[in-house]
């Protein structure tokens, strides 16, 4: 058995996260013997995720992609810039984390991009660590350049300290895809490019694992039928995040997805049950990372991102080559454009208690009579999908891409107030 994985992330917290008020976090590191413990009080809970991995021979550009929406009961996330060595990141993560210790999605410098969905039919061993994806996602971000090195770093670190019990999609700027499923002892690979679709997607199962046990089976048919219905490759991030992330479509039972709230009387409520949607209560944020061009030195990897229940935010394009992320994103207890899109998801989910919270009154997002919201953040949104792409015509120096992303996050926070 290959020796047990330490984290060895630096005491003293060289790296510089994005926000002020991590300043603190850096005076007071965690007493090391108390990290085991606050690890798996932080790690995510297994609510479920909805992913994929994507090749680039399944995307318009020739550029791999990884999707994830994220699913848990931490709904209050932020991203942030995490400086470190020998690779910085960008890290989708709790809002209490200021660390970047532990990160639910990421893009690092060298192109290297990771997320993780829960695998609940991976053996777990009883008095072996769990829930510790987090960290392995943050030191991979911090450590791995390619997918060869992440193999190889799961590979040493096999163990019953690992604490897996997942699915990792990653990328690099190679044009690497895959997927492993990974638990304590044991992981599988999946290439994107060896499926006759060039992507997979994945929920909440993995295929190694036990047969016909796992959860999010019905997500994973509704994705992929989402996924099967555009021609083979011609997917694009603008795809992924404007419609497949605000799904509400079901597999089994007939129900609108957004497309078609605005047919529905504006005065009458149109209530949706979102447990087995792809948008959903639990649903806390939604990233796309749009790698690098396989073979272009000089191209970008973008990490878009959806703070909040996707149906109530708009999507933000982020570099890791600019540095801090935009203030609206990652700043105070609650970042603003999360805390705007929560104020528009209370009017549309207004029962927060027990199974109540998963019915949603589509008539507020659109309707007939035009008075929801959800137009106006789609166009917003389709603006900037639009500038963004006219912006990564040309290069840009570092600086460059800070203003641009600071200028778009404040225009989807413009938007979302707006919209109330």
């Not at 709904?75 to 970047?100: C, M, Q, T, W």
């Not at 200028?407 to 109330?420: D, G, I, S």
């Amino acid at each position: 058995m290959a020796p047990a994985r330490v984290i060895d992330f630096p005491s003293a917290l060289p790296y510089d996260a994005a926000c002020a008020d991590e300043v603190a976090m850096k005076k007071n590191p965690l007493p090391l013997l108390l990290l085991p413990l606050v690890l798996a009080c932080l790690a995510e809970p297994g609510r479920g995720c909805t992913t994929a991995v994507l090749s680039p021979a399944a995307v318009r550009d020739g550029r791999p992609m990884l999707w994830k929406n994220r699913d848990s009961d931490f709904l209050n996330n932020k991203v942030i810039f995490v400086r470190e060595s020998p690779h910085s990141y960008l890290a989708l993560v709790n809002a209490e984390d200021r660390s970047g210790r532990w990160a639910y999605a990421g893009l690092n410098d060298a192109g290297f991009a990771i997320f993780n969905s829960v695998a609940y039919n991976l053996p777990q061993h009883k008095d072996e660590m769990r829930d510790l994806e987090g960290t392995i996602m943050a030191d991979a971000l911090r450590r791995c350049a390619s997918v060869e090195e992440f193999e190889n770093y799961l590979r040493s670190s096999l163990g019953p300290s690992l604490g897996s019990l997942a699915n990792f999609g990653v990328l690099d700027a190679r044009g690497g895809a895959a997927l492993f499923e990974v638990s304590n002892h044991a992981y599988r690979k999946f290439a994107a490019a060896d499926f006759k679709e060039g992507y997979i997607v994945n929920t909440n199962f993995a295929r190694s694992g036990t047969k016909g046990t796992g959860a999010g089976y019905l997500r994973h048919e509704r994705a992929a039928e989402l996924f099967g219905a555009i021609a083979a490759g011609t997917l694009s991030h603008r795809q992924i995040l404007g419609r497949f992330s605000r799904d509400t479509g079901h597999a089994l039972v007939r129900q609108p997805a957004y497309p078609q709230f605005k047919f529905h009387p504006g005065g009458q409520p149109l209530w949706i049950c979102c447990r087995d949607t792809i948008d959903r209560y639990s649903t806390s944020a939604a990233v796309v990372v749009h790698g690098r061009q396989p073979g272009h030195d000089g191209s970008l990897a973008t990490f878009w991102v959806m703070l909040g229940e996707p149906l109530f935010t708009i999507a933000l394009p982020l570099w890791v080559e600019a540095g801090p992320t935009p203030d609206p994103l990652c700043q105070g207890g609650m970042a603003a454009l999360l805390a705007e899109s929560q104020g528009l998801k209370k009017i549309a989910r207004p029962h927060g208690e027990g199974d109540r919270r998963e019915y949603l009154d589509a008539a507020r997002l659109d309707n007939r009579e035009g008075s929801g919201f959800l137009p106006g953040l789609l166009r917003a949104e389709e603006e900037i999908f639009s500038l963004t792409e006219d912006f990564l015509l040309q290069g840009h120096s570092p600086s460059e891409l800070a203003v641009f992303q600071n200028r778009m996050a404040e225009r989807a926070l413009a938007a979302l107030r707006a919209a109330h």
